[in-house]
């Protein structure tokens, strides 16, 4: 069973934008790392899995294409949305393109080295504690609720909404090691875990 100390929660944003945010557990308490802008997140994340070596990751990204770039005899064939981003309302990984192929990279790199790496929602997870329109409301008394919610310590004040959706992946992890997750979408194309 994977503890705590052994997961991560990644709010995977653009390469150099500063906005990809890893949230662990150091020592019970939740901390973050935070890529810096014009910093290449990339690296940033790769450094952080070697030297951490997390066994789980939840990732705010798509991990798989539509089925139809995969299967051929599909009926009605979708190019554009997954299942789980349909019932989701999640955006398409073909409009996220580079960042999509990013996320699907990394978990090959992460894959090779041992760790197990799931898709998730933060605005799904959201919705799902009550949370109407997360993304407009001061992100400190969200991490709060959660942190209390789901008996986490956090280290410091959640600076940013990156920080917070990373919080959520993070607590998706959690769910899903006391099996009370979601899994939705269709396992052949492509699950996000909530």
């Known amino acids: 069973m994977v503890k705590l100390q052994e997961m991560w929660g990644i709010d995977f944003g653009s390469k150099k934008a500063g906005t990809t945010v890893i949230c662990f557990a150091h020592e019970q308490v939740i901390d973050f790392k935070q890529s810096m ?47 789980c981003d349909k019932t989701l309302k999640a955006m398409s990984p073909m409009f996220l393109g580079g960042l999509t192929a990013r996320a699907i990279q990394f978990r090959h790199k992460a894959i090779a080295l041992g760790v197990h790496v799931l898709e998730t929602y933060p605005a799904a997870q959201a919705r799902n504690l009550g949370w109407d329109q ?61």
């Open 37 to 83: 802008k014009d910093e290449d997140a990339d690296k940033m994340l790769m450094d952080k899995l070697r030297q951490q070596k997390p066994k789980l990751i939840m990732i705010d990204a798509p991990l798989s294409l539509p089925i139809a770039y995969n299967k051929i005899d599909n009926h009605i064939p979708d190019f554009f949305y997954r299942q």
């Open 134 to 194: 997360y993304k407009k409301q001061p992100c400190q008394h969200l991490a709060r609720e959660a942190s209390d919610q789901f008996a986490v310590k956090l280290k410091d004040n959640i600076e940013n909404h990156h920080q917070l959706d990373a919080l959520l992946a993070y607590i998706a992890g959690i769910r899903y090691i006391n099996n009370k997750h979601q899994t939705i979408g269709d396992s052949e194309e492509g699950v996000i875990i909530i």
